[in-house]
């Protein structure tokens, strides 16, 4: 059984900081490209930053420069730390595996920025 259990979240005032965790398991996850997507109110869920299975990252424009993402092979579980986060970052931030076109979700968790 796949899982991926994002964990992290909250409220934060612009400036702050806060790091997303997703720990996987039922998947390779060695030779999975992870990702983070989110999904802000009243919009589409967009790619926020994806780590391939060799450790090439990339990243929305939006987050170039505060967001970085990682990855531990050994804990089988991806990181989002993001700094001077923004009111604009508030969304739900899904996490996603994929593998040969085998893609999987986490349940998702809710970053809130205030102003």
Do not use: H
């Not at 869920?45 to 299975?53: C, G, N, P, Y």
């Not at 994929?98 to 809130?112: C, E, F, K, P, R």
């Amino acid at each position: 059984q796949v899982q991926l259990v994002e964990s992290g979240g909250g409220l934060v005032q612009a400036g702050g900081s806060l790091r997303l965790s997703c720990a996987a398991s039922g998947i390779i996850f060695s030779a999975s490209a992870m990702g983070w997507y989110r999904r802000a109110p009243g919009k589409q869920r967009e790619l926020v930053a994806r780590i391939t299975s060799s450790g090439s990252t990339t990243y929305a424009n939006s987050v170039k420069g505060r967001f970085t993402i990682s990855r531990d092979n050994a804990k089988n579980t991806v990181y989002l730390q993001m700094n001077s986060l923004k009111p604009e970052d508030t969304a739900v931030y899904y996490c996603n595996s994929d593998y040969y076109s085998l893609n999987y979700w986490g349940q998702g968790t809710q970053v809130a920025v205030s102003s």
